[in-house]
């Protein structure tokens, strides 16, 4: 069982921007593909960014390019999320997610049903 806790969230201006970190338990972090995804109030849950295991590549939402960036430190069991140019539409509630599953593609990692752990997630708001 992996428990993911997200933090860093919180309220800014558009234009702002915000580091989101997820904090992962167990000894197989490594092997895990990250991803964060959010979901906006009335609207389904959305791909943001994922980081895979092994190389590492990083890939995004077209949302996110250019202003956002994935990273992972697996010695310190933790994925960041750094969010740059945030835009009022950036609003929602941004969730960390592992998959155990050896995902890499593009088209496997957007998906949030390849996600095996989720965290509580962690609120971001951005004012006009």
């Known amino acids: 069982q992996v428990q993911l806790v997200e933090s860093g969230g919180g309220a800014v201006q558009a234009g702002g921007s915000l580091r989101l970190s997820c904090a992962a338990s167990?000894?197989?972090?490594?092997?895990?593909?990250m991803g964060w995804f959010r979901q906006a109030p009335g609207k389904e849950r959305e791909f943001v960014a994922a980081i895979t295991w092994g190389d590492g590549a990083a890939y995004y939402a077209d949302s996110g390019k250019g202003r956002f960036a994935i990273s992972r430190d697996n010695a310190k069991l933790t994925v960041h999320l750094q969010m740059n140019s945030l835009f009022p539409e950036d609003t929602a509630v941004y969730y960390c997610?592992?998959?155990?599953?050896?995902?890499?593609?593009?088209?496997?990692?957007?998906?949030?049903?390849?996600?095996?752990?989720w965290g509580q997630g962690t609120q971001v708001t951005v004012s006009s």
């Open positions: 167990g000894r197989t972090f490594s092997t895990y593909t």
């Open positions: 997610a592992a998959s155990r599953r050896g995902i890499a593609s593009r088209v496997d990692v957007s998906q949030f049903e390849a996600y095996d752990y």
